[in-house]
Structures are given as C-alpha cells and as structure tokens.
C-alpha cells in the first residue's frame, strides 16, 4: 500500500487539496499525519513537509529555503500546486483542463498559502471569506493533535469532491470552448454568434470581434448576452439599449419591436426572447444602434 504523509496539527487548503489529489490518483494510499523525520522517510509520497521538493521521489514541499519555484504568472508553487503539476494533465484528461483547474482552484490556494493577496478590500477591515476559511471552518477549535486529526479527516472527503467536481468542470469547459470555436469559424457574421446549444463561450469570444451571443436558455427560451471587453471584468463591448432597460413583457416587445422579447436586464447585457429569431433580432438592433 502507498503512505502518504503530511504533517500532524493544523492544516491549511494546500495540503488537503494535495492529498485529495493523490487520492483520486491513489486511492487505496494510507494517509499518515506526522513530524517525525523517520515516519517522514517511510512514505512513498511526502507532501508539505520534510523541506524537500523533488517530483522524481515524489517529494512535495515548499518551505524549503528557496522554496520551490513559481508559476509563469510569478504565483509561487504551495504543496497543492506541486501535486498539480505532477499529476494533474493525467487527472484532468489534458494540458488545458489541467491548466484551468490550476487558475480556477489551485493558484488561489497556493497564492494564499505564500502570503499573496489577490482581492483589494473594499470596505476597511472586512476581507473575501476565501477557500482556505473554509477549511479552516473544520478546523476551529481542534487544540490538541488528536481534534486536528480528526477535522483534517472530516474536511478531507469535501476537499476530494471538490476536486472531483473542478476536474468534470474542467472537462467540460474544455470541450465547450472547442465546439464554440468551431461555431465562431464557420459564421458568417462574427459579431453575432448563434449556439444552436448551450455552452461557456466568454474565454473563446471574448477576445474576437464578438460582441453579442444568442443560445438556448434553460427555460426553453432564447437568451442575447453582450460579450466582455476582457477577462474578470464586468465591461461588455456594447450593451442593449439604454431605454430598454429593466423592461420586460409588452413593454419591452413594444419598445424594442421585437413581438417575442420578455426580458431585458436592467444593466443592459442581457435580454431574452421566446425564440431564436426574436432574441437575434434583439442582438441585431443593439448592435446597430
């Protein structure tokens, strides 16, 4: 049988995301929780602890002097993020889905873990409750080493479905971002593209001259959604009219022309209609006024 081993007392979201990983990749591995530089030697993977980093002996530590190097982005590498790296093309089915599981989920962790902040507080002395609180939630209270082994293995069947989840996320992303791709090159008009399904489209559009998507909606009727100016912003190219806003029903249907509209947001990037043809129309009209 695999030994895992990590260190006893309290944890942090890097290691227990690190052990997740392994034991979707291993799981029948015994987990040992320990210090102690002999049962350390004893394990065939070692992970946040022992001061070494080596991916050929399965040695997966950051605290070493030096650390144990950093990201492209300059996000230095925490035990989850050098798990990650070692298994995670293999987990994910991919370099682009390991590599968004890395941005959605591991950087965050490991940037938190080193000290980086990523969010700016808003409002003084108030923060973002981040991944780490939450697993930090298990461990409240856990004052001696047998209450800290106990939440590390209560929080460890979440971490590994989270896991699981991000990586199925991940998946299909992936697959979504290759059919939109396929859809934007065989289109005529670029600006507006019609999904004849439902997919995630802003990564692949977002940096095209799309400036309006139409798609099904869940609801059995037609959504139009103006793209983004970038990435992790709220600014869209062009947005529907300003007299449209926070209309809906027959106002919207007669204001706008459109005799199937129902919706339209009061922000202005969204609307809908019960069909295909009403919802392009919308995404015409805002697109040339």
Not at 48 to 74: M, S, W
Not at 84 to 91: A, S, T, V
Not at 143 to 166: N, Q, S
Request: charged share 25%.
């Amino acid at each position: 049988m695999i030994k895992i081993v990590t260190h006893n007392g309290h944890f942090h979201a890097d290691e227990i995301l690190a052990v997740a990983v392994l034991l979707i990749k291993y799981p029948d591995a015994e987990i040992v929780r320990s210090r102690d530089q002999e049962i350390i030697n004893s394990g065939d993977i070692v992970v946040d602890v022992g001061h070494v980093y080596n991916p050929e002996k399965f040695k997966f530590d950051h605290h070493q002097q030096g650390g144990a190097g950093k990201r492209e982005n300059g996000i230095p590498y925490a035990s989850s993020g050098l798990v990650w790296k070692q298994f995670g093309q293999e987990l994910a089915g991919g370099v682009e889905e390991a590599q968004l599981v890395d941005e959605t989920l591991i950087v965050p962790v490991d940037a938190e873990d080193n000290g980086i902040v990523f969010s700016k507080a808003i409002v003084e002395g108030l923060r973002e409750y981040s991944l780490g609180d939450f697993f930090e939630s298990f461990a409240k209270g856990a004052h001696t080493l047998e209450a800290a082994e106990a939440a590390f293995f209560k929080a460890l069947p979440v971490a590994i479905e989270l896991m699981r989840r991000e990586i199925n996320i991940a998946r299909r992303r992936v697959y979504d971002w290759n059919y939109v791709r396929k859809i934007y090159d065989k289109s005529d008009n670029k600006q507006v593209i019609i999904l004849p399904t439902y997919a995630s489209w802003s990564r692949v559009l977002t940096p095209t001259e799309t400036m309006f998507v139409v798609y099904p909606r869940t609801d059995g009727n037609w959504g139009a959604q103006a793209v983004l100016k970038k990435p992790n912003t709220f600014d869209r190219k062009k947005l529907f009219p300003e007299n449209w806003a926070g209309l809906s029903g027959d106002d919207l249907a007669k204001i706008s022309g459109v005799s199937d509209a129902f919706f339209c947001h009061r922000h202005r990037h969204l609307a809908g209609a019960k069909s295909m043809e009403g919802a392009l129309k919308l995404a015409e009209i805002a697109l040339n006024s």
